[in-house]
């Protein structure tokens, strides 16, 4: 019986967080093991707002190399650039000639991304349809998805199944995958906001890359609600109970034990030790994501990696093709 496929990928744009390793990246590394991965770097959807060249292209190696780092084999999973693979762009435009306007005007995240700019790009509006061709381009079954994201596996569904219904059953219709594994983590200076790379506060996240001294004043820094005991309660303690989320997800304690250990003890030492855990946590990470920017490997990874992707994407696109009446040469 052949593994599900499992298609995921982040932006190159901001570095990657703690949230994004406990919400996604520590199931990567689980998943690649029972299903078959495929990882991408989205770069093409960062151009969707202004990039600097040169950071783009750090940027893009960086995240692959984090991939690297936390645990993605690249001999288990397929991982790689997804700009490296013309198909994307290729499969992206033939399902924007298929996706209607009103679709796209729905999309709650272009409406909180062009809220207040008096220009906006058409790449910002359309790329719900480039993110459709991504996950269509390789029959993924399963697509790990947040919130945020929903909306648009919602699209890439009706978009395969117009396709389908149009010219004939070729695409597999995907279904989220929401790990079983992992938490929600939010903003250090706001609990109800998620945390993310793209905040104009490097005190709301930890990055990976993050040095420990770094870590540790960002954690003391870390808003608390009033009062002084830890205990988990996000509807009357959302701070603190990010905090220990995060506690639990960097160590093997649960939260029970989290709130035994500092019982009566206030937000001093509980902040002094969850520091030290997360730096515990990310210290072999960032010494393993050094070694793979110093070897000079990372490229001949990210070509084995889109040669193997180029190969199933070059399927799809020859049979969507074929069937939409292209002449094939």
Not at 22 to 28: P, W
Not at 143 to 158: A, F, I, S, Y
Not at 250 to 275: H, M, N, R
Not at 288 to 302: A, K, V
Request: charged share 25%; with cysteine; glycine share 8%.
């Amino acid at each position: 019986m052949s593994k599900l496929r499992v298609l995921s990928g982040m932006q190159p744009s901001g570095q990657l967080t703690l949230g994004n390793y406990i919400g996604a990246l520590k199931n990567y590394v689980k998943l690649q093991h029972t299903h078959d991965c495929y990882f991408m770097v989205v770069d093409l959807h960062a151009i969707t707002v202004p990039q600097d060249p040169a950071a783009l292209r750090e940027q893009s190696e960086s995240v692959a190399a984090v991939y690297l780092a936390a645990g993605i084999d690249p001999n288990a999973a397929t991982v790689f650039l997804q700009s490296s693979v013309k198909a994307h762009a290729e499969l992206g435009w033939l399902l924007t000639t298929l996706t209607y306007m009103g679709e796209l005007e729905r999309m709650t995240q272009f409406k909180d991304k062009s809220e207040g700019k008096e220009s906006v790009g058409a790449g910002l509006f359309t790329y719900p349809s480039l993110m459709a061709g991504d996950i269509l381009l390789y029959n993924a079954d399963l697509v790990p998805v947040g919130e945020d994201q929903r909306q648009h596996l919602e699209l890439t569904r009706d978009l395969a199944h117009r396709f389908n219904t149009r010219f004939g059953e070729t695409f597999k219709i995907p279904q989220g995958y929401i790990p079983e594994v992992g938490a929600r983590i939010m903003s250090l200076d706001d609990a109800s906001k998620k945390m993310s790379k793209s905040s104009p506060n490097a005190g709301s996240y930890i990055a990976l890359l993050d040095a420990p001294d770094v870590i540790r004043k960002k954690i003391s820094r870390a808003v608390t609600d009033s009062g002084r005991e830890v205990k988990y309660d996000p509807q009357n303690k959302p701070e603190v109970s990010n905090l220990i989320s995060i506690y639990t997800q960097c160590t093997d304690l649960s939260i029970a034990e989290v709130e035994a250990k500092y019982e009566g003890q206030g937000y001093g030492p509980f902040k002094k030790d969850l520091a030290e855990a997360v730096v515990g946590l990310l210290e072999p990470i960032q010494q393993r994501y050094r070694e793979i920017r110093e070897s000079g490997e990372l490229h001949d990874i990210l070509r084995s990696g889109r040669d193997r992707a180029e190969a199933a994407a070059e399927a799809t696109i020859r049979e969507v093709k074929q069937k939409m009446g292209f002449v094939q040469l």
